[in-house]
């Protein structure tokens, strides 16, 4: 097993380094092979398809059940009402993410992606593996550096990424906060490391541009770790929206700026609506159904998000232009709700004004 290894110095490392400590020592699992029932996503990656048709809900043994939809099947923007069923009443998730920490002074750990693999089960799913996935994409990751990386970098040295080989593959470490990294080390009793904090999608195009077979998160904390093979983080670059701006607005800490923040987002950003077909053979664009009996469009950041809820759905792209369209010829439709996977944040039709603005 390789720890560590060597990458050249380039313009995108970040700056925030910091020293880690070496921890508490009790009880952390060693690295193993991924054979003994560590959390893969490999079937994961084989399963999720990547066009609209195939992009289905991942372990859903029947379709679910589908709320009214708009009509997708004349292809204008102007969505006619089309019912495909009685609406969803699922529980929602929590709306916002936890309270954000710093295990290690200076560095934010990604408290939604610990809270994903902390919920993994002993022997995880395909499904459960996707979760993960999802909710990777926000906020930064760890890596371990040998050595001190802030002296590397000052130096204009190479920084030597720690790494794990299972099957003669490498795949590159990283961690959704201090406290699995001080795990980790040890685990391993590595102590000459620093951590140095990266944006998610710098880490994994750092992954996809090298040789690594993928990505493991959090690698010392069985069950509460995963491995993402490079197939499936592909895919996560390929399809989602390059800034990941509004998955990463959702998973910030709420303030009232935050609903204008979104909704100027979806001005401009990919984003993706859920579409099932009505008895009739007619496409339809899932609503939401709450309490109160508002009408709420499903709108998600990346099409995984309508993977994950496992309903057999099917992920299809929406401009602001036509969501705008949609709006205006149904009086009846309340808003939207963003990422109903959690977290996730309801807008009303006056938050959404100014997309309202937009031309059809």
């Not at 996707?130 to 906020?139: D, I, K, P, T, Y």
């Not at 993706?272 to 009408?295: H, I, L, M, Q």
């Amino acid at each position: 097993m390789a720890l560590f290894s060597r990458r050249k110095k380039t313009d995108d490392v970040d700056q925030r380094v910091e020293p880690v400590a070496e921890g508490d020592s009790s009880g952390p699992a060693p690295l193993v092979d991924h054979d003994d029932g560590s959390a893969v996503a490999t079937d994961a990656a084989a399963s999720v398809g990547i066009s609209v048709s195939s992009y289905r809900g991942l372990g859903a043994p029947t379709a679910p059940d589908a709320g009214t939809a708009a009509d997708l099947s004349t292809g204008g923007d102007e969505a006619t009402a089309a019912t495909v069923g009685p609406p969803s009443r699922r529980a929602q998730p929590a709306a916002e993410a936890p309270t954000a920490t710093e295990t290690i002074p200076g560095l934010r750990d990604n408290v939604v992606l610990r809270e994903a693999l902390a919920a993994l089960p002993e022997q995880p799913s395909a499904a459960d593996l996707l979760e993960v996935a999802r909710q990777l994409l926000q906020g930064h990751l760890f890596l371990r550096v040998k050595g001190d990386a802030r002296t590397l970098l000052a130096e204009g040295k190479e920084l030597p990424l720690g790494v794990m080989t299972m099957k003669d593959k490498q795949f590159v470490l990283a961690y959704s906060g201090g406290t699995a990294l001080r795990q980790s080390i040890a685990a391993d009793r590595e102590t000459d490391t620093s951590a140095m904090g990266q944006p998610v999608l710098t880490v994994i195009r750092y992954v996809l541009a090298g040789p690594y077979a993928g990505l493991v998160l959090d690698n010392a904390s069985a069950p509460a770790r995963a491995v993402l093979p490079r197939e499936l983080l592909e895919k996560l670059i390929e399809q989602g929206d390059e800034s990941i701006e509004v998955k990463t607005l959702l998973a910030d800490a709420r303030t009232d700026a935050t609903a204008a923040a979104v909704v100027e987002a979806l001005t401009r950003v990919k984003f993706w609506v859920a579409v099932n077909k009505s008895p009739e053979g007619r496409f339809g664009v899932a609503e939401n159904r709450t309490d109160d009996g508002a009408r709420l469009i499903e709108l998600y950041s990346h099409p995984l998000e309508v993977v994950s809820l496992r309903r057999g759905d099917q992920a299809a792209p929406m401009t602001a232009g036509q969501l705008a369209g949609a709006l205006r010829a149904d009086a009846g439709i309340d808003g939207v709700i963003v990422d109903a996977g959690g977290p996730w944040i309801r807008l009303t039709r006056a938050d959404l004004a100014p997309l309202l603005a937009l031309p059809a």
